[in-house]
């Protein structure tokens, strides 16, 4: 019996039909490793692994990794896009409206959409995002001392 193992980030970059390169693995790794991160905090880990790296080459390479399904692009209104590594589960997010703080919520039911639109019009819907606005604990904490 032979153990399974993960795909090595250049697999992954392969199986999803995109070329190999330093700078989008860098990516894939970088958005994975971190929380919810903005392009310039991606860019900036991203030149520290591999030197040099336009923005508009990080906005290219994100597009082409959300494109083909490996990170997750969250538009939370009022904020600039954000990226994760969590992706094909349909979860949703939970955002504190004071200090912007982003964090993972499971599916409400469990499984995808989630939530049955009470007229879909015609769709076959297959997903749903939400997302929860209030105060994360911190902001919760100091605005009640």
């Known amino acids: 019996m032979t ?16 070329r190999v390169t330093a700078a ?4 894939l790794e970088t958005v994975r490793d971190g929380d919810h991160l903005g392009a310039e905090a991606i860019a900036s880990e991203v030149r520290g692994r591999v030197g040099h790296i336009s923005v508009q080459a990080v906005y290219e390479g994100l597009h082409a990794l959300t494109a083909a399904g490996l990170i997750r692009r969250l ?7 954000l990226y994760e590594g969590r992706v094909g589960d349909n979860h949703h997010h939970l955002v504190c409206r004071s200090c912007g ?10 499984h995808a959409p989630c939530l049955t639109a009470s007229d879909d019009r015609g769709f076959a819907v297959d ?3 939400v997302i929860y606005w209030g105060l994360c604990p911190s902001c919760s904490t100091a605005r009640s001392s």
């Open 101 to 110: 703080a982003v964090a993972d919520v499971d599916c409400a039911v469990g």
């Open 127 to 129: 997903e749903a995002e």
């Open 24 to 27: 989008r693995v860098a990516l």
């Open 75 to 81: 538009e939370p209104p009022g904020s600039p896009a």
């Open 3 to 18: 153990a399974s193992r993960n795909p090595t980030t250049a697999e992954e970059l392969r199986g999803a039909g995109l």
